[in-house]
Structure formats: C-alpha cells, structure tokens
C-alpha cells in the first residue's frame, strides 16, 4: 500500500530505544505536524520553497520540549 503525503520536512529525530529515524513534516491539509519513519519512505518530490518555513521550524521546537519520543499525535500539540 504506497501513499503520498504532500508536506514541509523540518526535522530528523531518532528513537534512543528503537534507533529508528523519522521525518519530522508540517502537513498543511491537517495544519499539524506527522512523523514518518524514514526507512518506510520510497522517493520524494522537491518541490518549491516554503515561505514560512523558519516559522514552522520555530513552534516545532517550541513543542518539542513537550513531545514524549516521537509521537507528535497527542490532543496536547498545537496546530498552526
């Protein structure tokens, strides 16, 4: 099952129990940050620029200090 998920990579983050990697993206059709594990990723397309990347990249380390592992999926994390 292959899906496509359009969205703003901002940053890497590794398990420190598991040693896996995952994406850390800004999905703007749920206004909220996903994590996907790296090794599960096939390709990717480059895009165009996103204007308010440092913005995105701002209030996610703003919630990081929040974030348990890397489950980013809580009722706790803000949208933007």
């Not at 993206?25 to 090794?39: A, E, N, P, V």
């Not at 440092?54 to 990081?64: A, G, H």
């Given at each position: 099952?292959?899906?496509?998920?359009?969205?703003?990579?901002?940053?890497?983050?590794?398990?420190?129990?598991?040693?896996?990697?995952?994406v850390i993206i800004y999905r703007q059709d749920t206004k909220r940050f996903h994590t996907f594990?790296?090794?599960?990723?096939?390709?990717?397309?480059?895009?165009?620029?996103?204007?308010?990347?440092?913005?995105?990249?701002?209030?996610?380390?703003?919630?990081?200090?929040?974030?348990?592992?890397?489950?980013?999926?809580?009722?706790?994390?803000?949208?933007?």
């Amino acid at each position: 099952c292959e899906t496509k998920t359009l969205g703003v990579p901002l940053k890497i983050h590794i398990s420190t129990q598991t040693g896996r990697r995952y994406v850390i993206i800004y999905r703007q059709d749920t206004k909220r940050f996903h994590t996907f594990r790296l090794d599960y990723i096939k390709s990717i397309k480059l895009l165009k620029i996103y204007k308010d990347y440092d913005e995105l990249l701002d209030q996610l380390e703003k919630s990081d200090n929040k974030c348990w592992g890397i489950n980013l999926g809580n009722s706790n994390m803000p949208s933007i």
